[in-house]
């Protein structure tokens, strides 16, 4: 019994240790959806900087048309500038997936609203990221300069990279 308390305690403590913003500073872009983030405060058993894909969206890859201007602008937003990251899960390659933030700006929702990204085919439930997308193929915006820019989902497969 006591082991199962410890346990549940256990797994009630990383949750809620997930669950807390961080604060840091973004130490390089990868790409259009992908960023190291430098916590201030990291545990010294952990790696100094967290690989993060961001989440609800999806960017052109480097190598796809409009990929190095979605990599362009995200560094524009975020490099070696003070950022908070909420962690909302860890991804099959290891990643930690998060929302980012600079000032009071969140960063993914931006990457739509500017045309850079698209919105996750995952989260297409969320009304004010499929407004953003909305917005800016109207206003033909980033990759919707494109009559029907590719989504990097189709890329991927087509292209056959291990991503």
Request: net charge positive; charged share 25%.
């Given at each position: 019994?006591?082991?199962?308390?410890?346990?549940?305690?256990?797994?009630?403590?990383?949750?809620?240790?997930?669950?807390?913003?961080?604060?840091?500073?973004?130490?390089?872009?990868?790409?259009?959806?992908?960023?190291?983030?430098?916590?201030?405060?990291?545990?010294?058993?952990?790696?100094?900087?967290?690989?993060?894909?961001?989440?609800?969206?999806?960017?052109?890859?480097?190598?796809?048309?409009?990929?190095?201007?979605a990599t362009r602008?995200?560094?524009?937003?975020?490099?070696?500038?003070?950022?908070?990251?909420?962690?909302?899960?860890t991804d099959t390659?290891?990643?930690?997936?998060?929302?980012?933030?600079?000032?009071?700006?969140?960063?993914?929702?931006?990457?739509?609203?500017?045309?850079?990204?698209?919105?996750?085919?995952?989260?297409?439930?969320?009304?004010?990221?499929?407004?953003?997308?909305?917005?800016?193929?109207?206003?033909?915006?980033?990759?919707?300069?494109?009559?029907?820019?590719?989504?990097?989902?189709?890329?991927?497969?087509?292209?056959?990279?291990?991503?």
């Amino acid at each position: 019994m006591r082991f199962l308390l410890g346990l549940m305690l256990f797994f009630a403590l990383a949750i809620s240790a997930n669950a807390a913003p961080l604060t840091g500073v973004v130490i390089v872009v990868i790409d259009g959806d992908t960023v190291l983030f430098k916590p201030d405060h990291h545990r010294a058993a952990s790696r100094s900087f967290l690989k993060v894909r961001l989440a609800d969206i999806d960017a052109p890859e480097s190598n796809q048309p409009h990929g190095e201007a979605a990599t362009r602008a995200l560094k524009a937003l975020v490099l070696e500038r003070r950022a908070t990251l909420e962690i909302v899960a860890t991804d099959t390659y290891g990643r930690k997936v998060g929302r980012l933030q600079v000032d009071a700006l969140p960063i993914n929702m931006e990457l739509v609203r500017r045309g850079y990204a698209w919105t996750s085919t995952r989260y297409r439930r969320n009304a004010e990221i499929m407004d953003a997308q909305r917005d800016a193929r109207r206003a033909r915006l980033g990759l919707w300069q494109d009559d029907e820019p590719t989504p990097p989902w189709v890329w991927r497969r087509t292209h056959s990279l291990a991503y």
